[in-house]
């Protein structure tokens, strides 16, 4: 929690039932990547559907001060560019409070111009590692000075001119990915990124939007190859931002567990590389008709309508975490209501990374009834299927850590425990849903913040 910031606890029991329908928030890793390169364009770029969480402010404030202008327009936001290579020099540091996905970003943006940067904050567990992107870019002549043992602050500063790279990702990341690209921009050549694991490609899809020259091609057991073109123009563009899966899973699940549920979320990202949430839960016997499939902002797109179902454990498959880190936490709640044991475990690079965010997350579960072991990143569920003694009847808060997906999973467990699950703070949930409390109680969820 930020200095001078009060946590406020909310509380979750049963519901009767969860109807209605709801659109989801604006994808929030499209949403950083629209701003970035809006703000890098020449000319201009209007944006639809931006999520407006704090961490998407963070990043419009950090591309206001390397020069971009960035206003709201009604529902929309326009961003003034300046062009490929034309970032100015910030006059103080870059301030991203508790998030993590913008800033990283930025750093890959801005850390290849020739002049300095700090980057100040505290990022939140999970995802990617200040480390992994500083290691890359100093591979591009990059001065990175950081004191703060792999946290913030950072200050980088570029090279009077850029060496363009290969660099092969020893670990699955999207956003690594993304820095690695958005450094290139500024690199004379070819910069290549070789992923063994297939990650989210809305860096890929928007760069090729906004006219980078960039192309992408298989190479063997499943690797992808992606080659950017540096100092190419990118050209201003409409952008229409399609809902975050990420954040659907939420309501979704909710929906799956509640009994009697019916509900229906519009606009949701179905890219193949963003649902790997989705397919597991169908694996578990859910209920997830995938409607109206459509083409947005060049992703397809589509209404989910989610039932009441009862669940079945499984085993993910390794290779599929990768595609689905921020919603373990959520697929861990659904597996505890799910009749035998959830096996999750991703590529063993990714489970070191992750080992505390996963020990905070088995620790929520067992607070509250669920038989549950992580060891070695490994998380291992054995559910309990109509929620019977889950739940923490005597009122204890699970610790979330300032993780806002833990606090979120953790009020959607209450909605179909025996027992009421509390939380101890829900003032970071803006940081990434804005309005997610209003949202499920909308649909009839029985949700009640403390003072």
Same mark, same amino acid.
């Given at each position: 929690?930020?200095?001078?910031?009060?946590?406020?606890?909310?509380?979750?029991?049963?519901?009767?039932?969860?109807?209605?329908?709801?659109?989801?928030?604006?994808?929030?890793?499209i949403?950083?990547? $629209?701003?970035?390169?809006?703000?890098?364009? $020449?000319?201009?770029?209007?944006?639809? @559907?931006?999520?407006?969480?704090?961490?998407?402010?963070?990043?419009?404030?950090?591309?206001?001060?390397?020069?971009?202008?960035?206003?709201p327009?009604? /529902?929309?936001?326009?961003?003034?560019?300046? *062009?490929?290579g034309?970032?100015?020099?910030?006059?103080?540091?870059? /301030?991203?409070?508790?998030?993590?996905?913008?800033?990283?970003?930025?750093?890959?943006?801005?850390?290849?111009? /020739? !002049?300095?940067?700090? !980057?100040?904050?505290?990022?939140?567990? %999970?995802?990617?590692?200040?480390?992994?992107?500083?290691?890359?870019?100093?591979?591009?002549?990059?001065?990175?000075?950081?004191? %703060?043992? *792999?946290?913030?602050?950072?200050?980088?500063?570029?090279?009077?001119?850029?060496?363009?790279?290969t660099y092969?990702?020893?670990?699955?990341?999207? #956003?690594?990915?993304?820095?690695?690209?958005?450094?290139? =921009?500024?690199?004379?050549?070819?910069?290549?990124?070789?992923?063994?694991?297939?990650?989210a490609?809305?860096?890929?899809?928007?760069?090729?939007?906004?006219?980078?020259?960039?192309?992408?091609?298989d190479?063997?057991?499943?690797?992808?190859?992606?080659?950017?073109?540096?100092?190419?123009?990118?050209?201003?563009?409409?952008? #229409?931002?399609?809902?975050?899966?990420? =954040?659907?899973?939420?309501?979704?699940?909710?929906?799956?567990?509640?009994?009697?549920?019916?509900?229906?979320?519009?606009?949701?990202?179905?890219?193949?590389?963003?649902?790997?949430?989705?397919?597991?839960?169908?694996?578990?016997?859910?209920?997830?008709?995938?409607l109206?499939?459509?083409?947005?902002? *060049?992703?397809?797109?589509?209404?989910l309508?989610?039932?009441?179902?009862?669940?079945k %454990?499984?085993?993910?498959?390794? &290779?599929?975490?990768?595609?689905?880190? #921020?919603?373990?936490?959520i697929?861990a709640?659904a597996?505890?209501?799910?009749?035998?044991?959830?096996?999750?475990?991703g590529?063993?690079?990714?489970?070191?990374?992750?080992? &505390?965010?996963?020990?905070?997350?088995? $620790? %929520? =579960?067992?607070?509250?009834?669920?038989?549950?072991?992580?060891?070695?990143?490994?998380?291992?569920?054995?559910?309990?299927? *109509? @929620?019977?003694?889950?739940?923490?009847?005597?009122?204890?808060?699970?610790?979330?850590?300032?993780?806002?997906?833990? $606090?979120?999973?953790?009020?959607?467990?209450?909605?179909?425990?025996?027992?009421?699950?509390?939380? &101890?703070?829900?003032?970071?949930?803006?940081?990434?849903?804005?309005? !997610?409390?209003?949202?499920?109680?909308?649909?009839?969820?029985?949700?009640?913040?403390?003072?």
């Open positions: 929690m930020s200095a001078g910031s009060i946590a406020k606890s909310a509380l979750a029991r049963k519901p009767m039932a969860l109807t209605g329908t709801v659109r989801s928030p604006g994808d929030g890793s949403s950083h990547h $629209a701003l970035i390169l809006g703000g890098l364009a $020449a000319g201009r770029t209007r944006i639809n @559907g931006l999520l407006e969480s704090n961490d998407v402010f963070d990043t419009a404030r950090a591309m206001q001060a390397l020069g971009a202008t960035v206003r327009d009604g /529902d929309a936001w326009i961003i003034d560019g300046l *062009g490929n034309a970032l100015l020099a910030p006059e103080k540091p870059l /301030d991203f409070g508790n998030r993590g996905a913008g800033c990283l970003l930025v750093m890959g943006l801005v850390g290849t111009y /020739d !002049f300095a940067t700090t !980057f100040v904050g505290e990022i939140s567990p %999970g995802g990617c590692s200040v480390e992994w992107v500083l290691d890359a870019l100093r591979q591009m002549g990059v001065q990175a000075i950081a004191t %703060g043992g *792999g946290h913030l602050p950072v200050t980088l500063h570029g090279p009077k001119t850029t060496s363009p790279m092969r990702l020893e670990t699955a990341s999207a #956003d690594l990915k993304s820095a690695v690209l958005f450094a290139g =921009l500024n690199a004379p050549g070819i910069t290549t990124v070789i992923e063994p694991v297939p990650t490609d809305h860096a890929e899809r928007l760069l090729q939007a906004f006219g980078a020259n960039l192309t992408v091609e190479g063997a057991d499943r690797e992808r190859i992606i080659r950017l073109e540096g100092q190419g123009r990118l050209i201003g563009q409409d952008i #229409d931002i399609p809902g975050d899966p990420s =954040l659907a899973a939420f309501p979704l699940v909710a929906a799956l567990l509640v009994p009697g549920s019916d509900i229906t979320i519009l606009n949701v990202l179905i890219n193949p590389s963003s649902t790997g949430l989705i397919l597991t839960l169908q694996e578990m016997g859910a209920k997830i008709d995938v109206n499939v459509r083409i947005q902002c *060049g992703e397809d797109v589509a209404d309508r989610v039932r009441f179902s009862g669940l %454990g499984v085993t993910v498959p390794a &290779d599929r975490v990768p595609s689905m880190i #921020d919603e373990l936490p697929l709640v597996a505890a209501f799910a009749e035998g044991r959830t096996v999750m475990a590529p063993e690079d990714l489970r070191i990374h992750d080992t &505390d965010r996963l020990a905070q997350l088995a $620790a %929520g =579960l067992k607070h509250n009834g669920v038989q549950c072991d992580a060891e070695q990143g490994t998380l291992v569920v054995c559910g309990r299927p *109509g @929620g019977k003694g889950l739940g923490n009847a005597v009122g204890a808060a699970v610790a979330t850590h300032r993780d806002p997906r833990l $606090a979120m999973s953790f009020l959607v467990m209450g909605l179909a425990s025996e027992h009421p699950v509390a939380v &101890d703070d829900t003032t970071m949930i803006a940081t990434s849903f804005p309005g !997610f409390i209003k949202l499920m109680v909308g649909l009839g969820a029985a949700i009640a913040q403390g003072s």
